[in-house]
């Protein structure tokens, strides 16, 4: 039997417009959630800011998002660490047709030195709050007849670099994720795909370069240069065109999209 807009195309309207959306962005009071949680609130989405802090910066965030898009915004605070909170994260929202897993941490040291604490943290942040989130989403997206699952990976998640093991592991991990939730939700408007950047200009990213200006007494290109060595095109992307990628995926256009990962990493992978 042919499916007529199975995956979810709204009849006739091609505009990128994501009015009465509710966007959940796990990791988005800093870095790629927050141009993530900017640009979906740019296309009309109503936002769920969240991170394992409630400071009041984090509800101001929300609330100056609000008052530039015009759109309903609310920073909750849920630790992407433990299971029971990312679940309760989407209960919390009400409201989730549009999940990006998001939030990430890292660490490098060798296999044998790399500590169990921290490969335990990323492995639950970065891979298991993504199993989590969407378990606890889609029955709300099967409910809603439309669901867009977004999960931020890596170029981590495609290759690999000495000392970042957890952290390869688990982005690794998230693809697979994204291909099994794309076949489970195959014959329904939901879709899941996995983004892989590579190096994307962010506060900590570039906060990073003046210590290793120091460390190594070399200039900011020259630390750009090693930073970008597997970047082709030796320039990082920036947070909107990653927060443009999830519009994107949102769109009618990508309806049939699905179980598939986009590099946005300026020739990474194409090495
Ligand atoms: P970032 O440190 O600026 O942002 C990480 C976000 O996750 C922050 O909002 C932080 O508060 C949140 N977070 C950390 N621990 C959390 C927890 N326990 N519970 C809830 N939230 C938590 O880093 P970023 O560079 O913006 O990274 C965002 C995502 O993009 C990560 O998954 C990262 O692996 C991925 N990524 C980043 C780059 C890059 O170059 N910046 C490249 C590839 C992939």
Redesign the pocket.
């Known amino acids: 039997m042919l499916h007529v807009q199975s995956k979810g195309q709204s009849k006739g309207d091609t505009k990128m417009t994501l009015l009465q959306k509710t966007a959940v962005v796990?990791?988005?009071?800093?870095?790629?959630?927050l141009g993530v949680v900017r640009e979906l609130a740019r296309a009309g989405a109503n936002v769920v800011l969240?991170?394992?802090t409630d400071r009041d910066e984090d509800h101001a965030l929300a609330a100056d998002i609000a008052k530039e898009f015009g759109v309903e915004a609310r920073y909750i605070k849920?630790?992407?660490?433990k299971g029971d909170e990312c679940r309760a994260l989407i209960e919390k929202a009400g409201t989730c047709d549009i999940l990006v897993n998001?939030?990430?941490?890292?660490h490098v040291e060798p296999i044998e030195s790399f500590p169990v604490d921290k490969w335990d943290a990323i492995i639950a942040?970065?891979m298991s709050s993504a199993f989590h989130t969407t378990a606890a989403a889609l029955p709300g997206m099967r409910a809603a007849g439309w669901g867009r699952v977004i999960n931020?990976a890596?170029?981590h998640g495609l290759t690999a670099s000495p000392f970042k093991s957890a952290y390869v592991a688990a982005k690794h991990g998230v693809v697979g994720l994204t291909k099994v939730t794309a076949l489970e939700t195959a014959r329904e408007p939901i879709t899941c795909n996995a983004i892989c950047?590579?190096?994307?200009s962010?506060?900590?990213?570039e906060s990073q370069i003046p210590d290793t200006m120091e460390k190594y007494g070399k200039s900011r290109e020259e630390v750009l240069d090693m930073l970008l060595e597997r970047q082709p095109s030796k320039e990082m992307a920036t947070v909107e065109q990653l927060g443009g990628t999830c519009v994107f995926l949102c769109s009618d256009a990508a309806a049939q999209m699905t179980g598939t990962t986009l590099s946005v990493d300026g020739g990474w992978t194409a090495l």
């Open positions: 796990t990791g988005s009071n800093s870095g790629i959630g969240n991170s394992f849920a630790d992407m660490s998001n939030a990430g941490i890292q942040i970065n931020i890596s170029a950047p590579g190096y994307v962010t506060p900590l990213v």
